[in-house]
């Protein structure tokens, strides 16, 4: 896979995959789903929501909310890229949005839910989950969306059953940076941590996995992140999912 420009160098030569690796957990947008064909005009008109049609105020909220005025492009680790539907209509709300905060998180997760019938995928997903399972591996997404976007996402890119445990921030189990979802996973994969990975393209995917304890924690260049702002925490960073199964040493 080409690198994007600013991206960095993939990191992967020294990486060994952990002792009895058991399950593989995986952030969505920017990881498993190309974040600006996907994301792009679904933030956009969430701007335009929250703004209630003020051409001005709905860009103001675009850039507080992580939209780079100059490239367009969402930054890494900023509010779209990395937080949920109450933590964006609180900001946007904090920035001027007339909308009650509630009122804007609930339709904010209606946008996104939305979002999941036009994903554009990073790679070929059923035939990577589906290595994945040949190599008895349990799967499971934790993202910032909520859990029916998810659900909505994997069933039309046409992975719904390769996915063992999905949870979005509405789930029950924290938000992401913190261990809880992760930590969820490894009850239902019946694993310990160290016999987990966790895939993402943000930073506060490679905490989630460090609070966790799993054994690996890898970035992909595929999303919003870059070298930069994924190595510190990662052990291994790859250009996208797509160099996974040679990351891990799958036929």
Known sequence: ???????????????????????????????LVDFERTWAPVIRAAARLAARGDPMLAQRLLEACGVDPATGRTRADSLFAAGNSAEIAGEMVARGSPWPQGELTRQLDILFARAGAAAVAIADLPALFGRLKQARLVVGIASSDAAVGIDETMRALGVGQFVDFIAGYDSGHGHKPDAGMALAFCRQAGCVPGQMMVVGDNRHDMAMGRAAGAGAVIGVLSGTGTSETLQELADAVIDSIADLPDLLGIN
Not at 1 to 17: I, Q, R, Y
Request: charged share 30%.
């Open 1 to 31: 896979m080409e690198k994007a420009e600013g991206k960095g160098a993939c990191a992967m030569t020294a990486f060994v995959p952990p002792r009895s690796l058991k399950a593989v957990l995986f952030d969505k947008d920017g990881t």
